[in-house]
């Protein structure tokens, strides 16, 4: 039982517009999401995270959105850039537990 | 900057065969995460540690892998014997095991397992 889904595989982007990805989470428990990126034949690294006390939490390019209502989180890249080419997983936990259920991955390639 | 380590980064091994991995975690993180990542898929959590014990094995096929951190330090995955459904790449992880950020789980870069 998937309790994490990101249902777009991929997404291409051209560079300078925006990148939208987006993820769906079935436990209402979950109060902590992550987003982590992955390059080829590396390990997934920390992006950008979100309590469930904020709806918009904003990092340089990186902006993430949270809709509590409809279980859905989104991360936004403005502008997007070729080297933000790379798998992005969504992850989402409770906040006094350390585990995280991911994501598929959403594979976001961006055209130079 | 400090990283977590795994070795090795490739392996090739025959069905029935016996495979084990090392995880080497930042130095002073309490938590240690193992992971499977089948193509196509997000990690999936196999094993984690606090310290030296385990804290939950769910998921983790007990009549074929073993995992273990003897000093709450480094810690080892085995596979005996491996199945064909067993490649992947496995991901070590490790944190602080704090609230938030200091929840956050810093990845190693993987062994890529192969079995034929």
């Known amino acids: 039982d998937q309790q994490v889904k990101q249902n777009s595989p991929s997404l291409s982007v051209q560079e300078g517009r925006i990148s939208i990805l987006n993820c769906d989470y079935t436990?209402?428990?979950?109060?902590?999401f992550l987003w982590y990126k992955k390059y080829p034949a590396e390990g997934p690294t920390f992006l950008i995270s979100?309590?469930?006390?904020?709806d918009k939490n904003e990092d340089g390019r990186f902006t993430v959105f949270l809709n509590k209502s409809a279980k859905h989180l989104s991360l936004h890249i403005v502008p997007s850039q070729p080297g933000d080419s790379a798998v992005y997983f969504c992850?989402?936990?409770?906040?006094?537990?350390?585990?995280?259920?991911f994501g598929s991955g959403t594979k976001l390639n961006v055209k130079p | 900057e400090a990283e977590v380590a795994q070795s090795p980064r490739y392996k090739i091994t025959e069905k029935s065969q016996a495979v084990a991995f090392w995880c080497d975690p930042i130095?002073?993180?309490?938590?240690l995460y193992w992971y499977r990542q089948i193509l196509g898929q997000g990690p999936e959590l196999l094993v984690q540690?606090?310290?030296?014990?385990?804290?939950?094995d769910s998921q983790l096929p007990k009549d074929r892998f073993s995992a273990e951190r003897l000093k709450g330090v480094d810690s080892t995955l085995k596979i005996q014997p491996a199945e064909l459904g067993d490649s992947a790449m496995y991901l070590c992880?490790?944190?602080?095991?704090?609230?938030?950020?200091?929840?956050?789980?810093?990845f190693g870069p993987g062994t890529r397992l192969t079995v034929l």
């Open positions: 992880a490790s944190s602080l095991g704090g609230q938030g950020r200091d929840n956050e789980q810093f």
């Open positions: 436990n209402s428990m979950f109060d902590y």
């Open positions: 979100i309590s469930s006390i904020k």
């Open positions: 992850a989402a936990s409770k906040y006094n537990f350390n585990k995280f259920y």
């Open positions: 130095s002073g993180h309490a938590t």
């Open positions: 540690f606090q310290d030296e014990s385990v804290v939950d």
